[in-house]
């Protein structure tokens, strides 16, 4: 949340002021088709990309009338190593001593 939603929230509104004294302003923030659809193992980002929508959508009302456009780019999920071990990571933080309880 810190990054994907607060980090996003703090850049636009620190820049609020310089965007409506722009000529031609446009705000373009990430998200991710996990914003829709979560997918297993990724609540916390998924939950993150979904308030960058929110966020996105309550801007693209509010600016409207200043002339400031709000667009949100959506990748869809790609392919990569981060859940390849996940198991084995799971199971090394329990080992470890971790406050998390196994369910």
């Given amino acids: 949340m810190d990054v ?3 980090g996003t929230v703090g850049m636009t509104l620190a820049h609020m002021d310089l ?12 998200a991710s088709v996990a914003g ?3 997918a297993p193992l ?9 308030a960058v929508e929110a966020f996105s959508d309550v801007l693209r009302i509010e600016l409207r009338e200043v002339g ?3 667009i949100v780019i959506e990748p869809t999920f790609h392919q990569t190593n ?3 071990n996940m198991d ?11 406050h998390l309880h196994r369910p």
């Fill in 19 to 30: 965007l409506r004294r722009a000529k031609a302003a446009r705000i373009v923030n990430v």
């Fill in 82 to 84: 981060l859940l390849a």
């Fill in 68 to 70: 400031i456009p709000v």
């Fill in 36 to 38: 829709f659809v979560a």
């Fill in 88 to 98: 084995q990571i799971i199971e090394n933080t329990f080992k470890n001593g971790s």
């Fill in 4 to 6: 994907n939603f607060h």
């Fill in 42 to 50: 990724m609540g916390t980002y998924a939950c993150s990309k979904h």
